[in-house]
């Protein structure tokens, strides 16, 4: 059994989400990287403020676009 503290939890959780410092994924790679890191990811076709895989993306891959993850779900067939 592994023990962890409190903030050992968080920051791996951060790790693993790719929330923690400066981007560490960049470009459609790093989609399919990030994507196969964390497992999922929940793509939903509407758009209110913003996609919900959109938005999740955004803020961890440097240099997202939304044509990005449309070429990996529809062309690329990489995810």
Partial sequence: ?????????????????GLLDEYQFT?????????????CIQY??????????????QSRIKGFTKNMLAELLYQDIMI
Avoid: W, Y
């Fill in 44 to 57: 939903d076709p509407i758009d209110v403020c913003g996609k919900s895989a959109e938005l999740v993306l």
């Fill in 1 to 17: 059994m592994i023990q962890l503290t409190n903030r050992q939890a968080r920051q791996f959780l951060l790790l693993k989400h």
């Fill in 27 to 39: 470009g459609k790679q790093g989609v399919s990287d990030f994507v196969r890191q964390v497992g």
